[in-house]
Every structure is written in structure tokens, then in C-alpha cells.
């Protein structure tokens, strides 16, 4: 039996107001994607790439269509129920890693569990901590974000992503600033989270990163240009569960 999608936008238009006028930047998208897929949204600045994933994480509302992730409409939610709906489903991994700088590494992680409360709080730092560990950063769980280096905070902010075992993890340009020995280091990442059953979603301008996901939407002037699956790259057949060692439980 094939599993509903993980999300399915349906005619999906944004508009944004320029003086007298509006700007139209989604021109009536539809898309779904499977679990366990990783999906690369590419295409030429201003094409609307960074507007539809803001559309799939509820950070801004379509003008007109239906967005829906994991079941749940989220285009109907109000801020504080979408809130709650991002503690629960969605890690997102920016660009500029969004580290709170006063925290160290650890308490970066454990932040959105204290807000989620998904575990006990006796149970967060020991999750913290075994995150911090599956992205090879158990040794400097304790320094600021300033002490370590580019690619050690994108690192942690994956693991940070991971915090409340959402289904649904979505990447705006995750490797913009990170040299290609680290853009490696990061799919890599990205790859062993698909072999786990989640599914990931990334804007890039990378195209050899873009060439590596198992499925790439091109955006152009607002609307989905090519749709083109990746037989034999990075893509699996879902897990019915996350694996253990990535479990609340």
C-alpha cells in the first residue's frame, strides 16, 4: 500500500504588494513529495525557490492553493498552532546556521526540546549530547558557536534539526558558505538522514550537490519548469519507523 505524501502543495499561488501593484512569484504550483524522499528545488535567484519552501514550513501563507505536510494543512494554522506543528514535524537547516551565539553547541541543541517538550527534561541533554555525536561534534559540545568552525556549526545545526525526531527535514542553501571538502561532509549527513526514512527537502544553487538528491524541481518564473527523478542516487524506500538509535523513545 503506498503511504500518503509527505507533502502536497496544490495550485499554490503567492503574491506579494510592490506599490500600486503585486507581484505574483508562485504562479499556481502543485507538487508531492513521497516520505523518504530527497528533493533538491533548484533554479535562477527570484524564481520563487525560497518562497515555496516558506510556503512547505509555514514561515509565510499562499495567496490561494492548499498547502499540506504530513496530513495536516498547515496554510489554515495560525502562528501559535504552526508553532507547536514546527516543534513536532519539521527541522529546518539555514544557510547562516541561525546559532544562538550566547550557547554553547549542547544547549543549541537541547533549545528546541526545552520548547517542543518532547522528552523529560532529564532525557534532553543525553539526546543532545548522542546528536552531537552522530555529526562528529561530541568533542566540542561545550564552545560557542564562535569557536569552531563553518562547517562545525552547519554540523550542529543539523543535529539541532534533529532535536525532536521530526519526519521532515527542509534545507534553505545548507551549503552556501562551506568549502566542497565540507559540502561532501554535509550530504553525507544529509544521506545517512535519508537512509533513517526522513525526508528532506533543499534549495541550491549547488548543481553538483542538486545532481547527487533523488528527485530535482526546477523553478522558473514561478512555476515548476522539470521534474526529474535520479534513479540510483540518494533516495530509499521508507522506513516504517525512524531507526533506534534516532527515536524519542
Known sequence: MTPPPMIQVNNVRKLFPAGDTTIEVLKGISCTIAPGEFVAIVGASGNGKSTLLNMITGIDHPSSGEVIVNGQAIHRLGEDQLAAWRGQQLGIVFQFFQLLPALSLLQNVILPMDFARTLPKRARRERALHLLDMVGLADQAHKLPSAVSGGQQQRAAIARALAN????????????????????????????????????????????LARQAGRTLEIV?????????????ATNTPLPTPAPHLALR
Open 165 to 208: 525526531d521530526p519526519p521532515l527535514i527542509v534545507a534553505d542553501e545548507p551549503t552556501g558558505n562551506l568549502d566542497a571538502r565540507t559540502t561532501a561532509d554535509v550530504f553525507d549527513l544529509f544521506s545517512h538522514l535519508i537512509d533513517q526514512g526522513k525526508t528532506l527537502v533543499m534549495v541550491t544553487h549547488d548543481e553538483d
Open 221 to 233: 518564473n514561478g512555476l515548476i519548469a522539470q521534474d526529474l527523478p535520479r534513479p540510483g542516487s
